[in-house]
């Protein structure tokens, strides 16, 4: 069975710091992505990283894919209160061509405060 | 173009009952997973079908089954239902199996009395 364990789990801060979530795993993923989440919605995609060490941009959030495709980080810089919400990673097995579904972690629940 | 969408959006059930939910999967995508979101945890992998037949399962009873129409809308059926089958049920449409994005509706919040 794969898990992705998230830290932290909760997360409170001041608009204007930054912060950064991590998803760790000892399996491996062809592909991982991390969703926001915001109540009574569904997982809305911020990114898809399938190469080991790959770094993608959005905006003030950088996604990161560690090397052995085990594990990823989202770094968040200068957070503001629209940034809350819960942020979720889900990897892809690297094996049953995407019928096993996503692995999703349990979350970080962002809280950016004025 | 139309996203995913599911109905109803909440459903109260007691012990015992069975209940379908409903999806409309995104314009042109053929593979619709089914997940469920147990309040403050990650979505749960329930099942995925592609091309109107099962494509995958997660490790749930069979008593949660599935169907997907040649239009690839699907219904979630769960039968003799539990208390611990509250939680929010979603519904995910992509153009296939193993490719992404996913798109996610909104979601079928139930509710076991």
């Known amino acids: 069975t794969q898990l992705l364990e998230q830290s932290p789990q909760f997360l409170s801060i001041q608009e204007g710091e930054n912060l950064t979530v991590y998803c760790n795993s000892s399996s491996v993923f062809s592909s991982l992505q991390w969703y926001r989440q915001e109540p009574g919605e569904g997982p809305v995609l911020l990114v898809t990283v399938v190469t080991g060490g790959e770094v993608k941009k959005l905006k003030r959030l950088t996604f990161q894919f560690g090397d052995a495709r085990k594990d990823s980080s989202l770094h968040i810089t200068a957070a503001q209160p629209g940034d809350t919400g819960l942020y979720l990673c889900?990897?892809?097995?690297?094996?049953?061509?995407?019928?096993?579904?996503?692995?999703f972690g349990k979350g970080t629940h962002l809280i950016i405060q004025p | 173009e139309t996203g995913v969408t599911q109905s109803p959006t909440h459903l109260i059930k007691t012990r015992g009952q069975q209940v379908t939910l409903r999806c409309s999967s995104q314009s042109g995508h053929n593979t619709v997973s089914w997940y469920q979101q147990a309040l403050g945890q990650g979505p749960q992998f329930i099942f995925q079908y592609y091309r109107e037949e099962e494509n995958g399962r997660g490790n749930f009873p069979p008593r949660f089954s599935g169907l997907q129409f040649p239009n690839y809308s699907s219904e979630l059926n769960v039968n003799a239902l539990e208390l611990d089958d509250s939680a929010l049920y979603l519904c995910?449409?992509?153009w296939g199996p193993g490719l992404q994005p996913q798109h996610f509706g909104d979601g079928t919040r139930l509710s076991i009395l």
């Open positions: 889900a990897g892809l097995s690297s094996s049953g061509g995407g019928a096993d579904g996503l692995t």
């Open positions: 995910a449409s992509s």
